[in-house]
């Protein structure tokens, strides 16, 4: 069977784990709530962020540049996708997928099999595209944000896909967040002119080729004139952020 999503990690995934270093805050919300669960499976596990250390993880990963990133001594990775997990009914106690679902190719599918092989919770960390146009950058790059709104499934979509008793929780994201996420840099703006940051951020392939190098010059010039820290700079001194975040908790 094949399938994919909407990136392809083969070709643009290199680097991807020396920017997106998990955040041990994020990561605690996350193992709070797989609660009690021993057996985990990390389905779009990329090169194993968030695996919970003190359980049993199988982690799913269908690009071979994302595995090849997996520190020594993480989770045994097997090359499967989301819609088509090669697990019985069941199987594990718990199941999560972190910031994977809105590159999916069938979303509706991949939530189900989450569910079907989970005997416990399904944790989905996802994002929350309604929330996303008050972030700053929108300001400097509409067509990402829009990009990102259109890509995101919606949360109650997600909530509704997994069934059973579903709760969502917001993820404040950390000032230092080390994670780099696009919101991450919500009070470090600089660090959004590195290019190398960039592309550990996978939006950035979804809008024309002009929009990056205008972005860089539009940012670049507000904060050596001092304009950008006129209107956002109080959240360089924001212990935490409250964007777009979600963790999608469902029970049985």
């Not at 797989?34 to 389905?43: D, I, K, P, S």
């Not at 718990?94 to 099999?113: C, F, I, Y």
């Not at 969502?168 to 840099?185: H, K, N, Q, S, Y």
Request: with cysteine; proline share 7%; aromatic share 8%.
């Amino acid at each position: 069977m094949t399938m994919g999503g909407d990136v392809d990690y083969d070709r643009t995934g290199a680097g991807y784990a020396q920017q997106r270093r998990p955040d041990a805050r994020i990561g605690d919300a996350i193992a709070d709530a797989l609660g009690e669960a021993r057996t985990v499976l990390n389905v779009g596990a990329g090169a194993g962020s968030y695996e919970p250390a003190d359980r049993c993880v199988l982690a799913v990963e269908p690009s071979a540049v994302m595995r090849s990133q997996r520190p020594p001594g993480s989770a045994i990775v097997i090359n499967a996708f989301a819609e088509a997990l090669p697990l019985d009914d069941g199987s594990v106690d718990a199941a999560m997928a972190v910031a994977t679902v809105h590159q999916w190719s069938d979303v509706a599918r991949g939530l189900a099999e989450l569910r079907r092989v989970a005997r416990g919770p399904v944790v989905v960390a996802a994002f929350d595209g309604d929330v996303l146009a008050r972030f700053w950058l929108n300001d400097f790059a509409p067509e990402l944000i829009a990009a990102e709104r259109r890509r995101y499934p919606d949360i109650q979509d997600i909530a509704d896909g997994l069934g059973g008793r579903c709760e969502v929780r917001p993820v404040p994201i950390p000032l230092d967040c080390t994670d780099g996420f696009t919101e991450a840099f919500y009070g470090r703006p600089e660090r959004l002119l590195d290019p190398a940051v960039r592309r550990a951020q996978s939006s950035w392939g979804f809008v024309g080729p002009e929009a990056e190098p205008r972005f860089v010059a539009a940012l670049t010039a507000d904060l050596a004139s001092g304009a950008w820290d006129d209107r956002w700079g109080v959240l360089r001194t924001r212990d935490a952020y409250d964007g777009s975040l979600r963790l999608i908790i469902s029970h049985p």
